[in-house]
């Protein structure tokens, strides 16, 4: 009985203490405003299945400036313009480090890609390489034959669908995955191999595993905001992030090697075709302030295969590539396929709902993750505008045009 007494005794004393140095710490940092936190989950139980929704309730509480706690972590969460300007801009090296979370050490090589790894030396030469090498002005504009290509490909395929209800989703995630991965690994993924090429992945098991990587990247795993429960893995996450690892390694493996082999089967002759190639060019250059090893190739290839009012970054009411010093590295290349595409859609095709569905019927239901694409993809009917014998060939000259008009404001 005593010993029993002794335990509560002590363990009572334990938690006292602690929440009285942890008010004594937040009166001495004077926190912005934000609902009062509960022990062990603090505010996690105001976070519903879309927590940007969440937030922006909350944000209406409490102001553009709030902090919430994850667990145990405080946050700090800015919702206006100013906010936005303030973090990404005027205090952006003070933000510019990133968590620690499962998604980042089992999806991406331990921290090894540039979204997840830490602000420092590693971070900074990935940018560098990015910008000087894999999205300069020059690489994309060679690349420019794939996205003409892939573009051709898509308005003969809408062409055809002509006048029935088509899965909007389906035609620009191939189109995006095809430049994507054409761009990056030397090939497309979303078509079957032909009958004497070793098929590594399907065109189906590749999107999913992106599908999964999309999602499991932007999820709200409990094992990040209280680490001390992160073994259990109560929601399942990481034993998926795990199985995902291992397909993804596996597959990097192989285009890797691919691409090794033609270097050494060309020898002297041997020229960088794709991303791949490039990054295993820096990867074998003893000049790197810190060296690019084989799973950073890898982890910097599998990210670039998942991405797809001013859109640069100037302007703070809309930033789909972010600002400041984390902003997406990849953003000319998604301008570029955004703004043709949708042209060309635009300028090709009439666009109305099937018939028997109106407007105000539409979903406009979310679904969580990196991205927050539609719950329910958007089906609509496309109608030609121009003549047949114009398909593709005058529509994807639009392309050219705007990729010189861009080089030009640029």
Not at 289 to 303: N, P, Y
Request: glycine share 6%.
């Amino acid at each position: 009985m005593e010993t029993w007494v002794s335990y509560a005794f002590a363990w009572l004393a334990t938690v006292s203490l602690i929440l009285l140095a942890s008010r004594l710490r937040r009166r001495k940092l004077n926190p912005p405003p934000g609902p009062k936190p509960w022990p062990i989950i603090g505010n996690l139980n105001l976070i519903g299945e879309l927590p940007h929704r969440s937030l922006h309730a909350l944000s209406q509480k409490y102001g553009p400036l709030m902090q919430v706690q994850f667990g145990s972590f405080p946050v700090v969460v800015g919702s206006s313009v100013e906010m936005a300007k303030t973090i990404l801009k005027t205090h952006d090296v003070i933000f510019s480090g990133r968590p620690k979370t499962a998604a980042g050490k089992y999806t991406t090589y331990n921290y090894s890609d540039i979204t997840w790894s830490p602000y420092g030396p590693y971070w900074r030469q990935a940018r560098k390489m990015c910008l000087m090498e894999l999205f300069s002005a020059k690489r994309l504009e060679s690349y420019e034959y794939i996205r003409v290509e892939e573009l051709k490909a898509l308005l003969k395929t809408l062409h055809k669908s002509s006048g029935r209800p088509i899965n909007l989703k389906d035609h620009l995630t191939d189109v995006s995955l095809n430049v994507i991965s054409r761009m990056v690994l030397g090939k497309k993924y979303t078509v079957k191999s032909s009958e004497n090429e070793k098929e590594i992945v399907t065109p189906e098991e590749f999107k999913e595993m992106l599908d999964e990587l999309f999602l499991l990247n932007g999820v709200l795993d409990i094992g990040d905001s209280i680490p001390w429960i992160a073994f259990l893995d109560l929601q399942g996450y990481i034993k998926r992030m795990k199985v995902l690892s291992k397909k993804f390694d596996k597959f990097m493996e192989h285009v890797l090697d691919e691409h090794e082999s033609r270097r050494k089967r060309e020898d002297k002759n041997w020229e960088p075709k794709d991303m791949v190639d490039v990054l295993l060019q820096l990867a074998s250059d003893p000049n790197l302030e810190v060296k690019l090893e084989r799973h950073g190739v890898k982890a910097f290839s599998q990210r670039f295969i998942g991405n797809s009012i001013d859109v640069r970054g100037h302007d703070y009411e809309l930033l789909p590539f972010g600002a400041g010093r984390r902003m997406c590295p990849g953003y000319p290349l998604g301008l570029k396929v955004i703004q043709a595409t949708l042209s060309n859609l635009l300028h090709g095709f009439k666009w109305r709902l099937p018939d028997g569905v109106r407007k105000e019927e539409l979903s406009m239901e979310e679904i969580f993750g990196l991205s927050t694409p539609k719950k329910y993809p958007l089906v609509a009917v496309a109608e030609p505008r121009l003549p047949a014998h114009v398909y593709p060939k005058r529509l994807a000259g639009i392309l050219q045009q705007q990729i010189s008009q861009h080089g030009a404001e640029k």
